[in-house]
């Protein structure tokens, strides 16, 4: 029943997360990507502080904040930089599709980095799902935004981001708790982030803000940071990490969704088919070894 939970709660994150791209691709026309990032962390941040305090969850121990804190800058400070540039060139659809190479490049990394290994079913599956964002982000090029590449290679970089953070948290939050690290790693990149966007004026653009543009920023601060990665370190807590990361496929399709309602962007078949065949490839790459795992246990 957790390891059901778990997964249930990783999809709902990652549905809300495509909903943020949305919500992030409306704002990046009134705000830059530093302001947004700074009112979607820095608000996710204060709603999960005394969700944390409240549920008496371990905090990273003093050795660890050092860690915790360079994490958190490159998750939560320059993940969203990446993200929200990369809106202002692509569409929420292709964006999202672009992010749903995380899974993929943490099977890479972690097999570079001896913390998986890559066998031919997975190889297999990284060329199966690389096909399929080929597909969704090549084909039809006329229909796409003037410089759409940029956002999408931009995006992968942002999908990079999360990946490694990903990978080398696993052994702080072992020593702590995923919600608790959360909330501290956040703190040090919306910290980050609201000192740059001073810095550099992106605040700005807020004094001419109207009841849309809040309710987005409070949206993306409410669903988009504070319940998503709440939901994200739970199902952490209940499943393996690469069960959590294929939900991130679910990403195109609520940004699709969010993409056609609120900014008229065109839904095409090349979109469909590239989350076929992302979701198919990944699969393919993360349903391996459970033969190998059962032969190990027997043995």
Not at 24 to 45: E, H, M, Q
Not at 196 to 224: D, E, I, K
Not at 272 to 282: C, E, K, P
Request: aromatic share 10%; with cysteine; proline share 4%.
């Amino acid at each position: 029943m957790g390891e059901i939970l778990g997964v249930f709660a990783a999809v709902l994150s990652s549905a809300l997360g495509g909903t943020s791209i949305g919500a992030t691709r409306y704002l990046v026309g009134n705000i830059d990507p530093l302001a947004i990032g700074s009112f979607r962390f820095g608000i996710g941040f204060v709603l999960l502080l005394p969700l944390t305090l409240l549920r008496g969850d371990r905090w990273p121990e003093r050795g660890d904040w050092a860690a915790a804190i360079g994490l958190g800058i490159l998750f939560f400070a320059l993940f969203p930089i990446l993200f929200n540039a990369s809106l202002i060139f692509t569409t929420a659809a292709r964006g999202a599709l672009a992010l749903s190479t995380l899974p993929l490049l943490s099977l890479v990394i972690g097999a570079v980095l001896g913390a998986e290994a890559l066998t031919w079913r997975k190889s297999i599956g990284v060329v199966t799902a690389t096909f399929g964002v080929a597909l969704a982000l090549l084909s039809d090029l006329a229909s796409a935004p003037s410089g759409a590449w940029r956002g999408d290679l931009l995006m992968m970089a942002a999908a990079l981001c999360m990946a490694l953070y990903g990978i080398w948290s696993k052994p702080l939050i072992r020593r702590s708790s995923p919600i608790a690290f959360t909330t501290m790693s956040m703190a040090a990149g919306a910290a980050c982030l609201i000192l740059l966007s001073h810095v550099r004026g992106s605040f700005a653009p807020v004094a001419s803000f109207g009841m849309p543009q809040w309710l987005g920023a409070l949206y993306l601060g409410a669903f988009g940071a504070a319940l998503t990665f709440y939901l994200w370190a739970f199902a952490l807590e209940r499943t393996t990490p690469t069960r959590v990361a294929i939900s991130v496929t679910v990403n195109p399709i609520t940004a699709s969704l969010v993409g056609a309602w609120l900014l008229n962007e065109p839904l095409r078949w090349n979109l469909a088919a590239g989350i076929v065949a992302v979701f198919a490839g990944i699969w393919i790459a993360t349903t391996t070894g459970r033969r190998v795992e059962a032969a190990g246990v027997s043995g």
